[in-house]
């Protein structure tokens, strides 16, 4: 890379405001300030909010209205950014500047061939004719690392996996050979084994062609693997930037520290997640004591029977035909899985996207029917053939924590009715002001004030609402929550608080968790003992140490080296 | 604290002048037609209360009429604005009745398809296809002439308004129960009815207060639609003489008796009812259109 050479994009002191309908002015970004040369991968990191995607935006001249740019400049290949008109004289979106999304199920468009959409853009922008564009588009793919490029031409979006389509959207952006291509959270909708194939080929690009890439990401393991420089931003404000390796290494502003430091580890058990500003506040302890008090722990089961026991479980999906009467399509998620989970445990369920780990969330916790196998809880068979039904006590003992935080509340609802809805319905409280009681005391167990009770859901933030989810699975008085990925929607340092809170109502009521989650370092953080899926079949159980340091089955051993971690960066902080 | 009268209601609404136009327009007509035993000059109601000697005045403002009557008498001597106004009457009240009564039973066969599924949805769907199948006046006539010939008393002016409010119903749920179904569907895969479902809550405590109130609002845009349409159905049928009888008429019983004298010169019996009926539809129709765009996301326009 020459020196001469003007960055492929400078940005100074931007500011970008969208005015709202009271005529106040929101600053989204404020005097942010970064530089990218030919070759480099500048990774863009926060948490949602922090303004990390809106640069993205007015770099690409994308902001949404009423959203503009109030001060600063864009320069792009050293021509500057109009901000009037949201493009650089000469710049051209799409041949000048690539852009990659985050989700390859919607950047492509269903209804056209892979040709049609890597042609479009070249016979716009190069003047390509027909041939010339195809020949092109086959060598894009060839690049970008598709098998059977000639076959993958005439293949619409939906006959492609996740990957294959982010490889095609990468492509996409290529085709115009880009100075520049930004990239918005490419990998998040992606499985990790994927994600590092993605990963490599940013970076084999950046390489190779000399494109620079501003990435904009939430994930520190991504940043630590491929940026060669990293800018931190909170609350619209750039906090740190500099080498990768220096920032992630030793942070210098609370905030960066703080939010490194929360990012969970998977070379090494904590007690607890360092966390960021407040941990939740509030009588939570007293109030936590009270929830113990109430769960009558005393039957803990002392001969060792686990507390439950899945055997031999499978379930199939029946996809109907498209006549009546023809026949449909069997599809098995879940292949004959056996597993135990022990009282007072937290056992992890890990796998990629559609490996039946969710499917057996929901028969544990009675949503879904199997199609044979069992499930026994405390010697009481509750899912499978000859199950008895759930009710009383032993639909109150599992509970379950869903994914996402809103939609997992009712908004035409008060917090207080939701978290009533249990204890009025099993009748555990006399009275309805005893009722009320309990519902503060679940609110504050969480660590939120007892006034929530009075507000509606959209008055909380993801992570508290979160919280408020966890309370009303534990008004029910469990004694097993099945988490399906609790904390997989949230953001690192907000994780961080939940992760620590399930420990900590864990240590206090002596509950089990089942945990189900695709992140492997969160499952370290948390579990005693993991099992590892894969498409609907389990390939190792073990203690949650033994797996992680001595990995038997390859799937395994595969998964925990694709990780991207911060961990080979701290390492070595720890050893200078 | 902004109070009710402060001038940022009107724009928080977001209407323009046209619907809030339309919406007073039809907020005078339900309000004059409500409170017509008050307002109105005469009881049309009341035999004692008009004279055959006074039939086919022409109204007040042409050079025949009578002071006594604004706009002129029908037939039988009744003042035709006071007849009017209990017929726009009859006619709200049996469109407002024939929406509750569609809306009521679709809303609860939506829930029960929409969060059943399977056979219950199939069953459901497919008795509302083979009504869809139907056009609406045509099932409306067959709902009511059967009425008629099973129980005598079907046409009198008790038990017509109950009739044709069955008969209008009929056809209107459908609507209703696959609007709701649809929702009822996107609902029940959300998190919130799934937690409902595995603290074990009962299905109909779920569907009643856990989904019902999120599906509510594309109900009460159909409902504003509906009541137009509602009250144009009757219209109709009354027109074609199984409604509302010529003793207790509503708009559509009006205009059907007009249409006898039009061509006699004796406009005013069928013009001044059918004005009535067109401009409250439209403005109802104008009502509701507005609010079936704001509710719809994806007209909404970015401001």
Redesign the interface.
Known sequence: MSAVKPPVLAIENLRVEYPL?NGAVFTAVESASLVIQPGEIHALVGESGAGKTTIGNAVMGLL??PGHIAAGSIHIGGKPLDPSKGSAEGVVLGRDVGAVFQDPMTSLNPLFTVESQLTETMRTHLKLDKAAARARALSLLEAVGIPEPERRLKAYPHQLSGGQRQRVVIAAALSCDPKLVVADEPTTALDVSVQAQILKLLRDLADQRGIGILLVTHNMGVVAQIADRVTIMHRGKVVETGPTAEVLRRPKAPYAKALIGAVPRIDAKLDRFPVIGEEGKGRAAEARAALRGKAERADAIADGTPILSVENLCVEYVTSGLLPGSKGHTFRAVDGVSFSVHSGEVFGLVGESGCGKTTIANVV???VRPTAGRVVYRGQNVAGEGAVR??GPL??A???I???PY???????RIGSILA??IL??RLAATAAEAKDDVARLIEAVGLEAEAAERFPHAFSGGQRQRL?IS??LG?RPKLIVCDEPTSSLDVSVQAQILNLLKDLRDATGLTLLLISHDLAVVRQMCDRVAVMRSGKLVEEAESETLFEAPQHPYTKELLSLVPTLDRIRGESEAA | MKTLASPGLITRIGAPISVLAAAALALIIVACALLASWIAPYDPTNLASFDLMNAELPPAFTADGDAHFLLGTDNQGRDLLSTMLYGARVSIMIGGGAVLVAATLGVMLGLLAGYFGGKVDALIMRIGDVILSFPTILLALLVSGVARAVFPGAATAEWAPIILICAIATNEWVQYARTVRAATMVETAKDYVRAAKVIGLPSRRIMLRHILPNVMSPVLVISTINLAAAVLTEATLSFLGVGMPPTYPSLGTLIRIGNEFVFSGIWWIALFPALALVILVLAVNIVGDWLRDRFNPKLRVKR
């Open positions: 309908a949404e209205k916790s009675g949503l759930r009710v639909r109150q599992i509970q379950m869903f994914q996402d939609s997992s509340l009712n908004s035409r609802m809805e249990p319905f099993y989810s009303r699975a029910a």
